[in-house]
T-cell receptor, first 113, second 114 residues
Framework: GDSVTQMEGPVTLSEEAFLTINCTYTATGYPSLFWYVQYPGEGLQLLLKATKADDKGSNKGFEATYRKETTSFHLEKGSVQVSDSAVYFC????????????FGSGTRLLVRP | DAGITQSPRHKVTETGTPVTLRCHQTENHRYMYWYRQDPGHGLRLIHYSYGVKDTDKGEVSDGYSVSRSKTEDFLLTLESATSSQTSVYFCATLGGGASTDTQYFGPGTRLTVL
């Protein structure tokens, strides 16, 4: 079945460091891909998305490119801030009538001042 | 923000008791979802609804039932709670218009089954 694999955390970085969180997927067909972020004690918020191959999603300095050839959707940010500390989830939505989300296990990011 | 509220926000109950969690939305979204979040598993789909009285199972539906009698409310029931159902439960709705593939999440309900 469809699945998402993302790098285990926690990832600890200093402020202004470069961030990469790896995400790969297995799916039948061409799913939509998402990154969601969860701040402590809150629900999930959409960070960015891409719906077809070579699309780049971007938001708040974060970027991810839908790579069909490598089945990947890695999250990057050039300069992280303390306020980026959160748990990041990669997810896919298969192109079926449910529009459900299949999530990776999440990666906790801790940014130190 | 899809105006999603969940109640209760926290609940402690005992094994064998029934529990109902409520999700309420104000955006008239057609699709609604229940997920559970557990360490190491991310979020996993329990059940979803694609309209009033229309529901279907997700990946981890055993021990759960749902009902949707109104567009705005989606109820999740644990008929006889077990310790393995201790988790954080999130409700979500599927956006409309330009956001038809985007899910919006509620704040979650933390359930502890003793």
């Amino acid at each position: 079945g469809d699945s998402v694999t993302q790098m285990e955390g926690p990832v600890t970085l200093s402020e202004e460091a470069f961030l990469t969180i790896n995400c790969t997927y297995t799916a039948t067909g061409y799913p939509s891909l998402f990154w969601y972020v969860q701040y402590p004690g809150e629900g999930l918020q959409l960070l960015l998305k891409a719906t077809k191959a070579d699309d780049k999603g971007s938001n708040k300095g974060f970027e991810a490119t839908y790579r069909k050839e490598t089945t990947s959707f890695h999250l990057e940010k050039g300069s992280v801030q303390v306020s980026d500390s959160a748990v990041y989830f990669c997810a896919l939505s298969p192109r079926d009538s449910s529009y459900k989300l299949i999530f990776g296990s999440g990666t906790r990011l801790l940014v130190r001042p | 923000d899809a105006g999603i509220t969940q109640s209760p926000r926290h609940k402690v109950t005992e094994t064998g008791t029934p529990v109902t969690l409520r999700c309420h939305q104000t955006e008239n979204h057609r699709y609604m979802y229940w997920y559970r979040q557990d360490p190491g598993h991310g979020l996993r789909l329990i059940h979803y609804s694609y309209g009033v009285k229309d529901t279907d199972k997700g990946e981890v539906s055993d021990g759960y039932s749902v009902s949707r009698s109104k567009t705005e409310d989606f109820l999740l029931t644990l008929e006889s709670a077990t310790s393995s159902q201790t988790s954080v439960y999130f409700c979500a709705t599927l956006g409309g218009g330009a956001s038809t593939d985007t899910q919006y999440f509620g704040p979650g309900t933390r359930l502890t089954v003793l």
